[in-house]
């Protein structure tokens, strides 16, 4: 099989190496690819993900048997029905199921309709009945922007004078005239659960919880995640089995029934509270950088399940994830999430993902000859397995005292909780 991976960080990166391993994958090609992905895949670096013609043309001449799509934003904008209107498998949803991410709004109604649990929320267009409603909830509350944010546009505030101060800056940071959400704040530990979904068939693909806190001590701004560890320790079997009964097959069976299967990833963000899980919000891709520690414990062939997802065929298939550990390490550039320097060397990558059960994932760089260089705010992503957290997590931090990149930063606490439990 030819299979084209669309995407350029460490996420995509896990992927490309996973897919190397299938015995059925005969050329994987990237667009655009990183230096670490190109060590799996041939990356066309020119065609930025927006260029949907562009991708179509790549598909019809390298004669592609899968398309598997990465980030979220080609989703929302429609590659998977582009695509699949030429005849081409994709493992991605099309763009109206993708809009259990690209919307909030259209996420909660799914909810209030199908009895799925999330936080009770109400919907409002003008900043005046907004702030009614916060007085009359107090706080804490939950503000939110919807629309593509970027791991943007929510504010958790902790005090009524917070919330109402909150109101006018969420209304400006979505599109002029779309509403805001206002949702009741949920209390309990967070949890990335990760199921795929062929349409009918839902296959649970395990649990993960990331740091989003720049700091030690989940201090500071938030990030698009310091780090990672799988399984969740929270996310206990009867969790897993509430999850899927209460939340992620009911909104598979919604989505079918409304004419617009899903297909592909879908990555619940849920708080487990002490009534249960409840659906914070949906991913319609892999977590970045939960996929790294979920494809270290994925035993079989990735290739075999993305291509049964994309053809409807799950239901013959099995996901089999090891029972061991794995954590992620990311390192970023000094000052992400704000404004940092591009273009500092990075060595010791390669003496790093030689550790037993390590490997290094490329989430930001490029290489000038081969001199590797940082090009983003998260840069690498150093990932082990071990039997259990504690040895994951010291193989890890082994491995990342070996990489030489003063101008990088990273946490020094990842799967704390973990640890804690
Ligand atoms: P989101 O962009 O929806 O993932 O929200 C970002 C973060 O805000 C989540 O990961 C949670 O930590 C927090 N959050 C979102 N909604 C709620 C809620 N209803 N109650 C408590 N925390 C929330
Ligand atoms: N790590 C969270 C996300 O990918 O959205």
Redesign the pocket.
């Known amino acids: 099989m030819k299979v084209l991976l669309l995407g350029s960080g460490g996420r995509e990166h896990a992927l490309a190496w996973k897919l190397a391993q299938s015995p059925s994958l005969t050329a994987l090609i990237a667009i655009p690819g990183n230096p670490g992905i190109a060590e799996h895949a041939r990356c066309i670096e020119t065609i930025p993900l927006t260029d949907h013609d562009a991708i179509v043309s790549v598909c019809a001449a390298e004669k592609i048997d899968l398309v598997v799509v990465g980030p979220e934003a080609p989703l929302v904008d429609g590659i998977t029905d582009r695509l699949t209107a030429e005849g081409i498998n994709v493992f991605g949803p099309r763009r109206v199921a993708a809009q259990l991410e690209g919307s909030?709004l259209f996420t909660k109604e799914l909810c209030r309709q199908h009895d799925i649990p999330t936080?009770a929320f109400g919907r409002f267009s003008q900043a005046e009945a907004a702030r009614d409603f916060v007085r009359r909830r107090g706080a804490p509350i939950?503000l939110?922007a919807d629309g593509l944010?970027a791991?943007k546009?929510?504010v958790?505030a902790m005090t009524l004078e917070e919330a109402l101060a909150a109101v006018d800056e969420v209304f400006a940071m979505g599109t002029p005239g779309t509403e805001i959400l206002i949702?009741?704040?949920?209390?309990g530990e967070?949890v990335s659960f990760f199921c795929l979904v062929d349409g009918e068939t839902v296959l649970p693909f395990g649990s993960a919880q990331d740091h989003?806190r720049a700091f030690d001590g989940d201090q500071g701004p938030?990030t698009g995640g310091m780090g990672a560890y799988s399984p969740a320790p929270v996310f206990t079997a009867e969790m897993e089995r509430r999850t899927l009964a209460e939340i992620v097959k009911p909104t598979a069976r919604a989505l079918a029934d409304g004419d617009s299967p899903y297909r592909g990833v879908l990555f619940a963000?849920l708080?487990i509270t002490i009534d249960g899980p409840k659906l914070?919000?949906y991913n319609v891709r892999f977590g970045d950088p939960e996929c790294q520690v979920l494809m270290l414990r994925l035993e079989g062939d990735l290739l075999e399940l993305l291509y049964a997802t994309a053809t409807g065929a799950l239901a013959d298939e099995r996901v089999s994830m090891a029972p061991d550990a794995a954590i992620t390490v990311v390192m970023a550039a000094r000052g992400y999430p704000g404004s940092y320097e591009k273009g500092t060397p990075i060595n010791g990558v390669e003496v790093a993902g030689a550790t037993p059960g390590v490997h290094v994932f490329h989430a930001g760089t490029r290489r000038e000859g081969t001199q590797l260089l940082a090009n983003g705010g998260r840069v690498l992503n150093v990932t082990a397995i071990g039997a259990n957290v504690a040895e994951a997590r010291e193989r890890a931090y082994d491995a990342v005292a070996r990489i030489d990149w003063p101008e990088g930063f990273c946490r020094s606490d990842i799967a704390w909780r973990a640890l804690a439990e």
């Open positions: 909030k936080a939950v939110k944010m791991g546009g929510v958790v949702e009741e704040f949920l209390e967070e989003k938030n963000g708080m914070i919000e």
